[in-house]
Protein backbone atom coordinates (compact mmCIF):
# COMPACT_ATOMS: atom_id res chain seq x y z
CA UNK A 1 0.00 0.00 0.00
CA UNK A 2 1.40 3.64 -1.04
CA UNK A 3 1.65 5.93 1.90
CA UNK A 4 -0.85 8.65 1.03
CA UNK A 5 1.17 11.71 -0.06
CA UNK A 6 0.01 15.55 0.70
CA UNK A 7 -1.39 15.97 -2.70
CA UNK A 8 -3.68 13.30 -1.91
CA UNK A 9 -5.04 15.00 1.61
CA UNK A 10 -5.41 18.30 -0.45
CA UNK A 11 -7.43 16.69 -3.05
CA UNK A 12 -9.48 14.72 -0.15
CA UNK A 13 -9.85 18.22 1.47
CA UNK A 14 -10.64 20.29 -1.24
CA UNK A 15 -7.80 22.71 -0.44
CA UNK A 16 -4.28 23.63 -2.31
CA UNK A 17 -0.92 21.65 -1.19
CA UNK A 18 0.24 25.16 0.79
CA UNK A 19 -2.85 25.16 2.81
CA UNK A 20 -2.32 21.41 3.91
CA UNK A 21 1.68 22.15 4.35
CA UNK A 22 0.51 25.67 6.57
CA UNK A 23 -2.05 23.09 8.63
CA UNK A 24 0.83 20.41 9.38
CA UNK A 25 3.04 23.60 10.08
CA UNK A 26 1.16 24.95 12.79
CA UNK A 27 0.71 28.32 11.06
CA UNK A 28 -2.04 30.44 12.04
CA UNK A 29 -2.61 31.84 8.15
CA UNK A 30 -5.66 29.27 7.65
CA UNK A 31 -9.63 29.21 8.56
CA UNK A 32 -11.11 27.02 10.78
CA UNK A 33 -13.38 25.39 8.01
CA UNK A 34 -10.21 24.50 5.86
CA UNK A 35 -8.36 23.55 8.97
CA UNK A 36 -10.92 21.00 10.18
CA UNK A 37 -11.19 19.92 6.48
CA UNK A 38 -7.57 18.86 6.22
CA UNK A 39 -7.14 17.44 9.95
CA UNK A 40 -10.40 15.42 9.10
CA UNK A 41 -8.52 14.26 5.60
CA UNK A 42 -5.73 13.54 7.39
CA UNK A 43 -7.20 11.13 9.60
CA UNK A 44 -9.00 9.49 7.05
CA UNK A 45 -6.13 9.05 4.81
CA UNK A 46 -3.77 8.43 7.93
CA UNK A 47 -1.28 10.83 5.92
CA UNK A 48 1.98 11.00 8.63
CA UNK A 49 4.45 14.11 7.55
CA UNK A 50 7.89 13.41 6.37
CA UNK A 51 9.70 14.53 9.23
CA UNK A 52 12.99 15.31 7.11
CA UNK A 53 11.37 17.19 4.70
CA UNK A 54 9.39 18.96 6.88
CA UNK A 55 12.35 20.22 8.64
CA UNK A 56 14.45 21.16 5.35
CA UNK A 57 11.46 23.64 4.44
CA UNK A 58 10.66 25.23 8.46
CA UNK A 59 14.46 24.23 9.98
CA UNK A 60 12.45 22.91 13.27
CA UNK A 61 13.40 19.33 14.03
CA UNK A 62 10.33 19.15 17.07
CA UNK A 63 12.74 17.94 19.26
CA UNK A 64 13.99 19.76 22.83
CA UNK A 65 17.16 18.71 24.44
CA UNK A 66 17.66 18.79 28.39
CA UNK A 67 21.18 18.45 29.50
CA UNK A 68 21.75 18.16 33.16
CA UNK A 69 25.46 19.29 34.38
CA UNK A 70 24.99 15.75 36.61
CA UNK A 71 26.51 12.25 36.89
CA UNK A 72 23.73 9.69 35.75
CA UNK A 73 23.65 8.50 39.37
CA UNK A 74 22.59 12.22 40.57
CA UNK A 75 19.85 12.37 38.35
CA UNK A 76 18.22 9.36 38.50
CA UNK A 77 18.30 8.98 42.47
CA UNK A 78 17.63 12.77 43.70
CA UNK A 79 14.02 13.98 43.60
CA UNK A 80 14.22 17.04 42.62
CA UNK A 81 15.07 15.82 39.18
CA UNK A 82 12.40 13.23 38.80
CA UNK A 83 10.23 16.10 39.94
CA UNK A 84 11.38 18.55 37.17
CA UNK A 85 11.57 16.11 34.31
CA UNK A 86 7.89 15.12 34.87
CA UNK A 87 6.79 18.88 34.66
CA UNK A 88 8.50 19.03 31.81
CA UNK A 89 7.96 16.03 29.67
CA UNK A 90 4.40 16.59 30.52
CA UNK A 91 4.19 20.53 29.12
CA UNK A 92 6.19 19.36 25.91
CA UNK A 93 3.68 16.33 25.36
CA UNK A 94 0.33 18.61 24.81
CA UNK A 95 3.45 20.22 22.07
CA UNK A 96 4.20 17.48 19.92
CA UNK A 97 7.84 18.17 20.86
CA UNK A 98 10.07 15.35 21.79
CA UNK A 99 12.74 15.26 24.48
CA UNK A 100 16.41 13.92 24.70
CA UNK A 101 17.88 14.40 27.57
CA UNK A 102 22.19 14.62 28.02
CA UNK A 103 24.32 14.36 30.82
CA UNK A 104 27.86 16.58 30.47
CA UNK A 105 29.96 17.11 33.62
CA UNK A 106 33.72 17.09 31.86
CA UNK A 107 34.74 20.20 30.05
CA UNK A 108 35.22 17.53 27.16
CA UNK A 109 31.52 16.12 27.32
CA UNK A 110 30.11 19.96 26.99
CA UNK A 111 32.66 21.01 23.86
CA UNK A 112 31.13 17.26 22.34
CA UNK A 113 27.16 18.20 23.09
CA UNK A 114 28.12 21.80 22.50
CA UNK A 115 28.92 21.24 19.20
CA UNK A 116 25.89 18.76 18.56
CA UNK A 117 23.36 21.28 20.04
CA UNK A 118 24.16 23.80 17.94
CA UNK A 119 24.51 21.31 14.83
CA UNK A 120 20.30 22.30 13.57
CA UNK A 121 19.69 19.24 15.63
CA UNK A 122 16.88 20.19 18.40
CA UNK A 123 14.97 23.94 18.08
CA UNK A 124 15.46 24.80 21.75
CA UNK A 125 17.39 23.88 25.43
CA UNK A 126 16.26 23.24 28.53
CA UNK A 127 19.35 22.94 31.34
CA UNK A 128 19.41 22.35 34.76
CA UNK A 129 22.11 22.38 37.15
CA UNK A 130 24.71 24.56 36.01
CA UNK A 131 27.91 25.09 37.96
CA UNK A 132 29.85 28.01 38.49
CA UNK A 133 29.76 30.64 34.98
CA UNK A 134 29.21 27.87 32.85
CA UNK A 135 30.00 29.22 28.91
CA UNK A 136 27.03 26.79 27.32
CA UNK A 137 24.22 28.89 27.79
CA UNK A 138 25.66 32.09 26.15
CA UNK A 139 27.41 30.16 23.39
CA UNK A 140 23.90 28.60 22.71
CA UNK A 141 21.99 31.66 22.73
CA UNK A 142 24.90 33.67 20.22
CA UNK A 143 24.33 30.69 17.84
CA UNK A 144 20.24 31.34 17.68
CA UNK A 145 19.65 27.82 19.89
CA UNK A 146 16.63 29.22 22.45
CA UNK A 147 17.92 28.35 25.91
CA UNK A 148 15.86 28.79 29.34
CA UNK A 149 17.64 27.83 32.56
CA UNK A 150 16.65 25.55 35.90
CA UNK A 151 17.56 27.68 38.80
CA UNK A 152 19.48 31.13 39.18
CA UNK A 153 23.35 30.38 37.87
CA UNK A 154 26.32 32.02 39.93
CA UNK A 155 28.49 34.22 37.74
CA UNK A 156 25.79 34.65 34.39
CA UNK A 157 22.65 36.69 33.75
CA UNK A 158 20.66 34.59 31.59
CA UNK A 159 17.98 36.08 29.27
CA UNK A 160 15.27 33.45 30.55
CA UNK A 161 15.01 30.75 33.87
CA UNK A 162 12.57 29.70 36.51
CA UNK A 163 13.85 29.08 40.23
CA UNK A 164 12.39 28.47 44.08
CA UNK A 165 12.45 31.27 46.33
CA UNK A 166 15.35 29.39 47.70
CA UNK A 167 16.43 32.16 50.22
CA UNK A 168 13.09 32.70 51.25
CA UNK A 169 12.85 28.83 52.11
CA UNK A 170 15.42 28.81 53.85
CA UNK A 171 14.91 31.55 56.28
CA UNK A 172 11.30 30.27 56.89
CA UNK A 173 12.75 26.52 57.88
CA UNK A 174 15.18 28.76 60.47
CA UNK A 175 12.64 30.80 62.20
CA UNK A 176 10.87 27.83 62.96
CA UNK A 177 13.97 26.16 64.34
CA UNK A 178 14.51 29.87 66.96
CA UNK A 179 10.46 29.40 67.46
CA UNK A 180 11.14 26.09 68.88
CA UNK A 181 13.60 27.65 71.15
CA UNK A 182 16.97 26.23 69.49
CA UNK A 183 19.69 28.52 70.17
CA UNK A 184 22.58 26.08 68.44
CA UNK A 185 21.32 26.20 64.56
CA UNK A 186 23.64 24.56 62.03
CA UNK A 187 23.79 24.49 58.56
CA UNK A 188 24.84 21.90 55.88
CA UNK A 189 24.74 24.30 53.21
CA UNK A 190 25.03 23.05 49.27
CA UNK A 191 27.18 23.84 46.35
CA UNK A 192 28.52 27.30 46.64
CA UNK A 193 29.01 27.25 42.57
CA UNK A 194 25.16 26.54 42.37
CA UNK A 195 22.67 29.66 42.73
CA UNK A 196 21.05 27.25 44.76
CA UNK A 197 23.36 26.77 47.35
CA UNK A 198 23.88 30.94 47.81
CA UNK A 199 20.09 31.68 48.32
CA UNK A 200 19.81 28.69 50.98
CA UNK A 201 22.80 29.42 52.75
CA UNK A 202 21.91 33.27 52.77
CA UNK A 203 18.21 32.74 53.65
CA UNK A 204 19.93 30.59 57.27
CA UNK A 205 21.92 34.04 57.36
CA UNK A 206 19.17 36.20 56.68
CA UNK A 207 16.83 34.09 59.93
CA UNK A 208 19.85 33.62 62.44
CA UNK A 209 21.45 37.27 62.29
CA UNK A 210 18.89 39.14 63.82
CA UNK A 211 19.40 36.49 67.07
CA UNK A 212 23.01 37.18 67.77
CA UNK A 213 23.44 33.41 67.73
CA UNK A 214 26.91 32.16 65.40
CA UNK A 215 26.56 30.77 62.73
CA UNK A 216 27.33 26.72 62.38
CA UNK A 217 28.35 26.00 58.42
CA UNK A 218 29.42 22.94 57.05
CA UNK A 219 29.06 22.32 53.15
CA UNK A 220 27.83 19.33 51.12
CA UNK A 221 26.75 18.79 46.93
CA UNK A 222 23.18 18.10 47.76
CA UNK A 223 23.81 14.27 47.82
CA UNK A 224 23.45 12.30 51.19
CA UNK A 225 26.57 11.01 51.39
CA UNK A 226 27.78 14.53 51.68
CA UNK A 227 25.15 15.44 53.97
CA UNK A 228 26.34 12.56 56.37
CA UNK A 229 30.13 13.44 55.89
CA UNK A 230 29.07 17.18 57.37
CA UNK A 231 27.28 16.25 60.11
CA UNK A 232 30.27 14.25 60.91
CA UNK A 233 32.02 17.26 60.75
CA UNK A 234 29.66 19.78 62.54
CA UNK A 235 29.34 16.62 65.48
CA UNK A 236 32.82 17.37 66.01
CA UNK A 237 33.01 20.67 65.91
CA UNK A 238 30.02 21.66 67.75
CA UNK A 239 28.82 18.73 69.76
CA UNK A 240 26.09 21.34 71.66
CA UNK A 241 24.44 21.74 68.40
CA UNK A 242 20.68 21.02 68.90
CA UNK A 243 19.17 22.08 65.41
CA UNK A 244 20.01 21.83 61.82
CA UNK A 245 18.62 23.28 58.41
CA UNK A 246 19.88 21.25 55.22
CA UNK A 247 19.78 22.44 51.89
CA UNK A 248 18.46 19.30 50.46
CA UNK A 249 16.02 16.17 51.62
CA UNK A 250 19.12 14.11 50.95
CA UNK A 251 21.45 15.82 52.92
CA UNK A 252 18.77 16.01 55.83
CA UNK A 253 18.51 12.01 55.66
CA UNK A 254 22.13 11.56 55.73
CA UNK A 255 22.70 14.15 58.95
CA UNK A 256 19.98 12.01 60.74
CA UNK A 257 21.54 8.88 60.01
CA UNK A 258 24.92 10.07 61.44
CA UNK A 259 22.78 11.77 64.64
CA UNK A 260 21.12 8.28 65.14
CA UNK A 261 24.80 6.39 65.12
CA UNK A 262 25.73 8.92 67.28
CA UNK A 263 22.88 8.48 70.07
CA UNK A 264 21.20 11.48 69.43
CA UNK A 265 17.15 11.51 69.51
CA UNK A 266 15.50 13.40 66.54
CA UNK A 267 13.99 16.10 67.75
CA UNK A 268 14.29 15.66 71.13
CA UNK A 269 18.26 16.63 71.34
CA UNK A 270 18.37 17.42 67.88
CA UNK A 271 15.88 18.81 65.69
CA UNK A 272 16.40 18.35 61.87
CA UNK A 273 15.01 20.31 58.60
CA UNK A 274 15.27 19.37 54.35
CA UNK A 275 14.56 21.01 51.39
CA UNK A 276 12.95 19.00 48.84
CA UNK A 277 9.20 17.56 50.42
CA UNK A 278 10.34 14.85 48.98
CA UNK A 279 8.76 11.06 49.23
CA UNK A 280 11.62 10.28 50.83
CA UNK A 281 10.85 12.97 53.87
CA UNK A 282 7.47 11.62 54.24
CA UNK A 283 9.30 8.13 55.20
CA UNK A 284 11.52 9.22 57.25
CA UNK A 285 12.52 8.33 60.98
CA UNK A 286 11.17 10.52 62.49
CA UNK A 287 9.16 12.04 59.07
CA UNK A 288 11.22 15.21 58.24
CA UNK A 289 10.21 18.55 58.62
CA UNK A 290 11.06 20.20 54.93
CA UNK A 291 10.90 23.19 52.79
CA UNK A 292 8.19 21.91 49.40
CA UNK A 293 9.34 23.04 46.43
CA UNK A 294 7.02 22.53 43.42
CA UNK A 295 9.31 20.67 41.05
CA UNK A 296 7.23 20.13 38.50
CA UNK A 297 5.45 23.20 38.10
CA UNK A 298 9.11 24.45 37.61
CA UNK A 299 9.55 21.62 35.29
CA UNK A 300 6.47 23.29 32.92
CA UNK A 301 7.40 26.74 33.34
CA UNK A 302 10.64 25.79 31.75
CA UNK A 303 9.10 23.73 29.16
CA UNK A 304 6.01 26.57 28.68
CA UNK A 305 8.71 29.58 28.36
CA UNK A 306 11.16 27.39 25.83
CA UNK A 307 8.25 26.53 23.96
CA UNK A 308 7.60 30.17 23.46
CA UNK A 309 10.83 31.49 22.18
CA UNK A 310 10.98 28.73 20.05
CA UNK A 311 8.01 30.23 18.01
CA UNK A 312 9.35 33.20 18.37
CA UNK A 313 7.02 34.88 21.26
CA UNK A 314 8.21 37.47 22.95
CA UNK A 315 8.51 36.64 26.55
CA UNK A 316 6.50 38.99 29.14
CA UNK A 317 7.92 37.49 32.14
CA UNK A 318 11.38 35.41 31.04
CA UNK A 319 12.04 34.91 34.72
CA UNK A 320 9.31 33.16 36.95
CA UNK A 321 10.37 32.59 40.52
CA UNK A 322 8.41 29.68 42.55
CA UNK A 323 6.64 30.16 45.82
CA UNK A 324 8.18 28.05 49.10
CA UNK A 325 6.35 26.84 51.97
CA UNK A 326 7.27 24.92 54.88
CA UNK A 327 6.22 21.21 56.15
CA UNK A 328 6.12 20.41 59.23
CA UNK A 329 6.45 17.11 60.06
CA UNK A 330 7.82 14.72 63.38
CA UNK A 331 11.56 15.99 63.05
CA UNK A 332 10.90 19.63 63.95
Do not use: C, W
Amino acid sequence: MNRPTLEAVAARAGVGRGTVSRVINGSPNVSAKAREAVELAIRELGYVPNRAARALVTRRTDTVALVVSESQFRVFDEPYFAGTIRGIGSALAETGLQLILAMARTPEEHARLEHYLTGQHVDGVLLLSLHGADPLPGRLEAMGVPTVLGGRPVGLDPYSYVDMDNRAGARQAVKHLLGLGRRAIATIAGSQDMGVGVDRLSGYRDALLPSGLPELVAYGDFSEHSGAAAMQELLRAHPDLDAVFAASDPMALGAMRVLKAEGRSIPGDVAVIGFDDSKAALHADPPLTTVHQPTEAMGRQMAQLLVARIHGEELRQPVVILDTHLVRRESA
